[in-house]
């Protein structure tokens, strides 16, 4: 089995930064892709940002020009660097892995709060 657990998450004013990370402990097979994934009250969850095994990452477009997500794979970790935060980036964080054999896993999330 594998677990995720992400942290960084917490209450922020806006225009400033926090820093998301995600470890995945357990039965770990080889890790293809990582990432993160939100979610706001009443939203449907859309994508942040995802990084595969050889480092080419992708981002939403709630993302673009402010986060960066980068991996450290002998730690099986990956970070979320946020900034210029906005009120809209209020949501829980959850972090996403995907194994070569297409195993999907999610952490439990955590909360981001941007106060205007």
């Known amino acids: 089995q594998v677990q995720l657990v992400e942290s960084g998450g917490g209450l922020i004013q806006a225009g400033g930064s926090l820093r998301l990370s995600c470890v995945a402990s357990?039965?770990?097979?080889?890790?293809?892709?990582m990432g993160w994934y939100r979610q706001a009250p009443g939203k449907q969850r859309e994508l942040v940002a995802a990084?595969?095994?050889?480092?080419?990452?992708n981002y939403g477009d709630c993302a673009k020009g402010r986060f960066t997500i980068s991996r450290d794979n002998a730690q099986n970790t990956v970070y979320l660097q946020m900034n210029s935060l906005k009120p809209e980036d209020t949501a829980v964080y959850y972090c996403?892995?995907?194994?070569?054999?297409?195993?999907?896993?999610w952490g439990k999330g955590t909360l981001v709060t941007v106060s205007s």
């Open positions: 357990g039965s770990i097979p080889i890790i293809k892709d």
């Open positions: 990084i595969t095994f050889g480092g080419v990452s």
């Open positions: 996403n892995l995907v194994t070569f054999t297409y195993a999907n896993y």
